[in-house]
C-alpha cells in the first residue's frame, strides 16, 4: 500500500532555471497540496488542487505554478529560480479538501538546492 | 488570514518527565488543529489532531487540548522517551490551507 510518493528525492538547480517536482497521492485520494519548507521554520502553503482545479493558492509569486492530472498525481513547477527557492518541498495527499473532514497525509518531499 | 504562533522554540527534558507544547491562532474560524513529528531529514508524521467540536483528545502517552474562547491549544507528551526527540510542529486550517507554527525542538535526554 503505497503513500505519498514525491519524485525527485533531491534536485540542485542554477539561478534562472526552471524545475519540475512530481508527487503521486494515496491511491483513492483526489487532491493534492504543496507546502514549502525552509530548513528551521514550518512549512508554507502553495497551492491545493483537487479534481484537477485549483482550490487554493497561498502567498507565493507568479514564478510558482501548478497542475493536476486526470489519475490525481500532480507537478509543481517554478520558474526564474532564486536562491531563496532551496527549500524541502512537500506534497499532502488527503480524500478532500478540508482537513476537518479528511486530515493530510505527507509525502517525504523533494529537497531542492538552487546555487 | 491565519496566523500560528507556537511555543517554546526549544524544550529538553528528561526521561520520563512531561513535555507540554503550546500554539495559539489567530482566526477563530479555524476548525481542525492537527499536531506534526518530523525527524530529521524526514516527513512530517501526523501524530494527533483535533477538530473544534472537541476539547480534548488522548492518544497512548499524546494528549492536545484546545481553547477555542482563547484560541490556543496545546499538546502534551508524557513518559517522555529519548525517541519522543523531534521537532513539533502545530497547525491550524479552516478549509484547504494549513498554517504552521514555526516548530519545537523537543529534546528527551535519557
Known amino acids: 500500500d503505497a503513500g505519498v510518493t514525491q519524485s525527485p528525492t533531491h534536485l540542485i538547480k542554477t539561478r534562472g532555471q526552471h524545475v519540475t517536482l512530481r508527487c503521486s497521492p494515496i491511491?483513492?485520494?483526489?487532491?493534492v497540496s504543496w507546502y514549502q519548507q525552509v530548513l528551521g521554520q514550518g512549512p508554507q502553503f502553495i497551492f491545493q488542487y483537487y479534481e484537477k482545479e485549483e482550490r487554493g493558492r497561498g502567498n507565493f509569486p507568479d514564478r510558482f505554478s501548478a497542475r493536476q492530472f486526470p489519475n490525481y498525481s500532480s507537478e509543481l513547477n517554478v520558474n526564474a529560480l532564486l536562491l531563496g527557492d532551496s527549500a524541502l518541498y512537500l506534497c499532502a495527499s488527503s480524500l478532500g479538501t478540508t482537513g476537518y473532514s479528511y486530515g493530510y497525509t505527507f509525502g517525504s518531499g523533494t529537497r531542492l538546492t538552487v546555487v | 488570514g491565519e496566523n500560528v504562533e507556537q511555543h517554546p522554540s526549544t524544550l529538553s527534558v528528561q526521561e520520563g518527565d512531561s513535555a507540554v507544547i503550546k500554539c495559539t491562532y489567530s482566526?477563530?474560524?479555524?476548525?481542525?488543529f492537527p499536531w506534526y513529528k518530523q525527524e530529521l531529514g524526514k516527513r512530517p508524521q501526523l501524530i494527533i489532531d483535533?477538530?473544534?467540536?472537541?476539547g480534548e483528545k488522548k492518544d497512548q502517552r499524546i494528549a492536545v487540548t484546545l481553547n477555542k474562547t482563547a484560541k490556543h491549544f496545546s499538546l502534551h507528551i508524557t513518559e517522555t522517551q529519548p525517541e519522543d526527540s523531534a521537532v513539533y510542529f502545530c497547525?491550524?486550517?479552516?478549509?484547504?490551507?494549513?498554517?504552521f507554527g514555526a516548530g519545537t525542538r523537543l529534546t528527551v535526554k535519557p
Open positions: 497547525a491550524a486550517s479552516l478549509y484547504n490551507d494549513m498554517r
Open positions: 482566526d477563530s474560524a479555524s476548525n481542525y
Open positions: 491511491s483513492g485520494h483526489k487532491s
Open positions: 483535533i477538530r473544534s467540536n472537541v
